[in-house]
């Protein structure tokens, strides 16, 4: 039996969270912040139900029928404007060392199980992206900016450390040392046309007359993703990840056995038919 028919695969439940909206639709899986009031800033209940939420995709990935790319994307006028003043903020100064480590721990958690996440995530960043709604969207694969959106590392600027939930590991990754140096020591805003110049922004919309379009966009290519080789995703996903801990002979390795197994994939055999009858593939 393959793991796509695997019946505890396919009939595991997805969480239902409260302090956020999912749905699927067109082999897409839609997360949206929901405190549009707040900026859609973060609670100690949305990074735990978050955490919860990408660790079951994660596990229903190779279920037939689910998700096959994921946009994350925020109500209202803004992405995320980071941890909530009144419910985080303000709370963290009652806690003692080995209590505030605990809540650093479970906010890295939350990006950890989004790198994990075998589908791809597209983040839909109108507005603003701050403090950690800014490392949300940097762990999400694929980024969509309005023209009038940014992006801001602000912790430098309220006496923390640059280097918070995996910035300063990911950050380097996508836009070289010498621009992540500058973002995360400095905290200012990086406005979207710098982020398309440094590669932080997959695709920047005009979205002036139209702020929904920013997430049209993000869905348009997440869908994208979604209706392509699902298997390929996955493994270029988990390739993407995994070789950056790796030194390159032993991820030319990995990427031989990867490649290999893609080969035996009917994905790939249905490819060679579409081309031999000049039609599109019909992908598993």
Known sequence: M???????????PLPRPESFSYEERERVGVITLTRPDRFNALTFQVYRELTDLFTVIDRRAHAEGGARALV????GRAFCAGGDVDDIITRLFERDTEALLRFTRM????IHAMRRCKLPIVASVKRVAAGA????ALASDLRVMGKNSFFAFLFPQVGLSGADMGASWLLPRVVGLGHASEILLLGDRVPADRCAQIGLATQVVDD??????????AFALAKRVADGPHFAARMTKTMLQQELDMDFTAAIE?????????????????????RQQKRAPSWR
């Open 254 to 274: 990995a990427e031989a056995q990867a490649q290999a197994v893609c080969m035996q994939h009917p994905d790939f055999a249905e490819a060679d038919r579409a």
């Open 133 to 136: 709604g800014a490392v949300m």
């Open 72 to 75: 994350l994307q925020g109500a």
């Open 107 to 110: 906010t890295g958690e939350l």
């Open 2 to 12: 393959t793991r796509s028919a695997d019946p505890d695969l396919r009939d595991l």
């Open 208 to 217: 002036e007359p139209d702020r929904d379009a920013v997430d049209r966009a």
